[in-house]
């Protein structure tokens, strides 16, 4: 059984930061793409982050790129999510998200792990 568990989330004003955790259990995902999506109210999910787990690369959407960065510890098999700059218009639930196909995670948005969110709300 894959699981994916995010943690971090909460309410914070325009302006300040917040860390996403997500903890990988039930296969070793050393050779597994993860990446973070992100769902407003009314809005369709979108792709945030991702990092390829064995090289390190990451790749971010243009809306968070210079403010976000995504990271990894591999021997906790965990992923991380580092928000600075936050903005009223970041406001929505996290969700982690993982996939052996870095393609299918980052390009077709359709990893086939995800974890349940988290809720991240910034206020102005």
């Known amino acids: 059984q894959v699981q994916l568990v995010e943690s971090g989330g909460g309410l914070v004003q325009a302006g300040g930061s917040l860390r996403l955790s997500c903890a990988a259990s039930?296969?070793?995902?050393?050779?597994?793409?993860m990446g973070w999506f992100r769902q407003a109210p009314g809005k369709e999910r979108e792709f945030v982050a991702a990092?390829?787990?064995?090289?390190?690369?990451?790749y971010y959407a243009d809306s968070v790129k210079g403010r976000f960065t995504i990271s990894r510890d591999n021997a906790k098999n965990t992923v991380y999510l580092q928000m600075n700059s936050l903005k009223p218009e970041d406001t929505a639930v996290y969700y982690c998200?993982?996939?052996?196909?870095?393609?299918?995670?980052?390009?077709?948005?359709?990893?086939?792990?995800w974890g349940q969110g988290t809720q991240v709300t910034v206020s102005s």
């Open positions: 990092i390829s787990w064995s090289v390190g690369s990451t």
């Open positions: 998200a993982a996939d052996p196909a870095w393609v299918r995670l980052v390009r077709a948005g359709t990893p086939g792990y």
């Open positions: 039930g296969r070793t995902f050393s050779s597994y793409a």
